[in-house]
């Protein structure tokens, strides 16, 4: 009874309004409004990956444009309402999105481009909300992807210029967060 059209747009919408619920009942019950906006964006990034694979409607690019946007709003809500855990899960979401966008004939600098864009905005929550944590699980995901690439036939000076770049905005931003401390404690956190 539904086309493909109608199916995508009822699973893009149901992903919104999911989001929204999630932003009205973060309110109130923070643990289930963060529940839904993640629900919600997950809704999404399932949604536009099955449009891509089983209709071929979007291209790789718009695909991971698509959840790339729920994804920053994911982020803007952890911001909005100071949910470290909807932020973690605002990354997660963002570092599988590339393998539910179809990217697999991408270059190595399109997908490292794109996790650099992500580390950057989480790099960006954690300038505007003080959690480390973030810091540390995105240097964890930095890794393991650049790790993923060091074999299998890829040009090594690619990765290890990529591995540079990544290494010093890590460091950049821990010694930024040194600075913003002044005199507090250090954290374990800093060490890593």
């Known amino acids: 009874w539904i086309g493909e059209n109608g199916r995508i747009i009822l ?32 809704i999404i990034l399932l949604t536009v990956y099955a449009a891509q694979t089983q209709y071929d409607k979007f291209p790789p690019f718009v695909a991971l444009g698509l959840m790339f946007l729920s994804v920053v709003f994911v982020a803007f809500v952890s911001v909005q309402y100071r949910r470290n855990s909807l932020a973690l899960a605002g990354l997660l979401l963002g570092w599988v999105a590339p393998i539910f966008a179809n990217t697999r004939g991408w270059e190595m600098n399109e997908h490292f481009s794109y996790l650099f864009l992500l580390v950057l905005g989480t790099l960006w929550v954690v300038y505007i ?11 964890c ?27 010093a905005v890590f460091f950049v931003a821990n010694i930024v967060s040194l600075i913003r401390q002044r005199g507090a404690v250090i954290s374990i956190v800093h060490l890593w």
Do not use: C, P
């Open 11 to 42: 699973g893009l919408l149901t992903g919104v309004a999911v989001m929204v619920l999630g932003v009205w009942r973060i309110r109130t019950k923070e643990h289930q409004g963060a529940i839904f906006t993640v629900l919600g964006s997950t």
């Open 129 to 139: 909300t003080g959690w480390r944590n973030l810091t540390f699980a995105a240097l």
């Open 141 to 167: 995901i930095a890794f393991i992807t650049i790790v993923g690439y060091i074999g299998g036939g890829n040009d090594r000076s690619v990765v290890l210029l990529w591995l540079f770049i990544f290494t």
